[in-house]
């Protein structure tokens, strides 16, 4: 049987710049793993002399990210690289979480839960990363069959007890609409991912929950996936085109 590998994005990027103009600079990608929490890293730097002739150069390695509050920096943007030439010479820049060009989306419905119980309530989610690593996000809910108590980001559930874990709340924004209660609406911001949900988000690894009062579990759920600004959907010169009400 043929081993099929599973292709990653890049999790983290920086752009590496001089302190004065040389037309010298560098771009960083980094892959992260959350199981190993091992940052592996390429740069290639354009622009660099050596003997007064224009080369490019690249450069490879590994970090082991193995303090919590190191990972915690990573995720926000409060980390930076420095590359120091024999020279003197420094190219620098900030580690970030890689910009998508786009946005996350979620279609949040009953038959992704747990229970995956039939009913005719729907939502929507949808989520832009920031470079300091915070999420903007703006759910909408509809026709819920009793009163949201909880909205949540949470990781996929695992196979061996089907339970998911918790990466934060995002319940205090939530509103409900003024003529109709059984909808609602949250818009906010979340600050505190970690290295490992930024990993997961990039690669379409997070879900939104909607968790109501009857039943205590999820009424609605929907996995986060990237979507392009421009994305539409043409087919035998029909157009489908979309937009999202909040």
Same mark, same amino acid.
């Given at each position: 049987m043929q081993e099929v590998r599973v292709q990653f994005l890049k999790t983290f990027s920086s752009i590496l710049i001089p302190p004065k103009p040389s037309g010298e600079g560098g771009v960083v990608s980094i892959d992260y793993n959350p199981r190993t929490r091992m940052a592996s890293y390429d740069i290639? &730097? $354009? *622009?660099v #002399?050596?003997? #007064? &002739?224009? &080369? @490019? %150069?690249?450069?490879?390695?590994?970090w082991r990210v193995a303090k919590r509050r190191y990972r915690k920096q990573l995720a926000r943007g409060r980390l930076r690289m420095r590359i120091?030439?024999?020279? *003197?010479?420094?190219?620098t820049g900030s580690i970030q979480p890689r910009l998508m060009c786009g946005v996350f989306q979620a279609v949040l419905t009953s038959g992704q839960t747990v229970d995956k119980k +039939?009913?005719?309530?729907?939502? %929507?989610?949808?989520?832009?990363? *920031?470079?300091d690593g915070s999420l903007?996000?703006?759910?909408?809910?509809?026709?819920? $069959?009793n009163d949201v108590t909880r909205?949540?980001?949470? @990781?996929?559930?695992?196979? $061996?007890?089907?339970?998911? +874990?918790?990466?934060?709340? &995002?319940?205090?924004?939530?509103?409900?609409?003024?003529?109709d209660k059984s909808s609602g609406w949250a818009n906010g911001t979340y600050k505190r991912l970690g290295a490992?949900?930024?990993? +997961? !988000? !990039?690669?379409?690894?997070?879900?939104?929950?909607?968790?109501? *009062?009857?039943?205590? +579990?999820a009424a609605l759920r929907g996995r986060l996936v990237n979507t392009e600004y421009h994305e539409h959907f043409k087919k035998e010169g029909m157009a489908l085109s979309y937009?999202?009400?909040f």
């Amino acid at each position: 049987m043929q081993e099929v590998r599973v292709q990653f994005l890049k999790t983290f990027s920086s752009i590496l710049i001089p302190p004065k103009p040389s037309g010298e600079g560098g771009v960083v990608s980094i892959d992260y793993n959350p199981r190993t929490r091992m940052a592996s890293y390429d740069i290639n &730097l $354009e *622009g660099v #002399a050596q003997s #007064a &002739l224009p &080369l @490019t %150069s690249k450069l490879s390695g590994k970090w082991r990210v193995a303090k919590r509050r190191y990972r915690k920096q990573l995720a926000r943007g409060r980390l930076r690289m420095r590359i120091t030439f024999s020279d *003197g010479r420094r190219l620098t820049g900030s580690i970030q979480p890689r910009l998508m060009c786009g946005v996350f989306q979620a279609v949040l419905t009953s038959g992704q839960t747990v229970d995956k119980k +039939r009913t005719s309530s729907a939502g %929507s989610a949808v989520i832009q990363i *920031g470079e300091d690593g915070s999420l903007d996000y703006k759910i909408r809910v509809a026709n819920m $069959e009793n009163d949201v108590t909880r909205l949540r980001l949470q @990781t996929a559930s695992s196979k $061996e007890n089907r339970k998911s +874990r918790l990466v934060g709340n &995002l319940k205090r924004k939530y509103v409900s609409d003024t003529l109709d209660k059984s909808s609602g609406w949250a818009n906010g911001t979340y600050k505190r991912l970690g290295a490992e949900d930024v990993f +997961r !988000l !990039l690669n379409n690894q997070l879900y939104i929950s909607v968790a109501t *009062g009857k039943p205590r +579990r999820a009424a609605l759920r929907g996995r986060l996936v990237n979507t392009e600004y421009h994305e539409h959907f043409k087919k035998e010169g029909m157009a489908l085109s979309y937009e999202l009400l909040f």
